[in-house]
C-alpha cells in the first residue's frame, strides 16, 4: 500500500500546491453547475455531503486501516496549509457579506476551508483504494477555482452545485 500512495501522493500532491483554490468562488458563470452569487453567501449542503462521507469511509475501511486514512488527511492537509494565502479568494468572498472581525465570516471561512480540505482528502483516498466516486468527481470544479457546496437532483442523478 505505502508504494502505491507514494505514487499518488507524487501526483496529487503535486497538484494540490498549484491548482486555482477557489479563486473563482462567487465569480460569474454560465454554467449550470455554478450558484449565481445572493444576497447571503453559499453554504456547505451539510447532510448531502455528510451522506456522500459516509459512502467512501465505508469503501475505505475495506482497503485501509484507519490509521493509513488519517495519515492521507494528515498530508493533504499539511500540503493545503503551505501556502493559505491561496485562500485569499474565500476570503474576499465573506468580505461581500460581513464586515472583518465579524465572527460569522470567521466561522464561515473557517468551516469552508475545512470543508475543502476534507473533499480534497476523501479524493486523495478514493486514489489511494483505486475507486473514482465522488470526491474525485469534484476535482474538475476545484481545477477551475470552484466550491463545490450542494447538489441538484436526486443524487446519482442531477449535479453538483458549486460556488
Known sequence: MDEKMSRIQADFFTWLRSFPLVSSIGQPSDSEEVIEVGASPMALDSDFWSKRTHEVEEKANRHLTVLEIDRIFDEVSGVIDENLRRFDPLVKYFARYFPDGDSNRIEDERQ???SVKRDLAWAAVEQAI??????SKLLLWYDRGRWPCGWMGTYPSGHVLVA
Open 130 to 135: 483505486g475507486q473514482v466516486g465522488f470526491f
Open 112 to 114: 469552508v476551508a475545512h
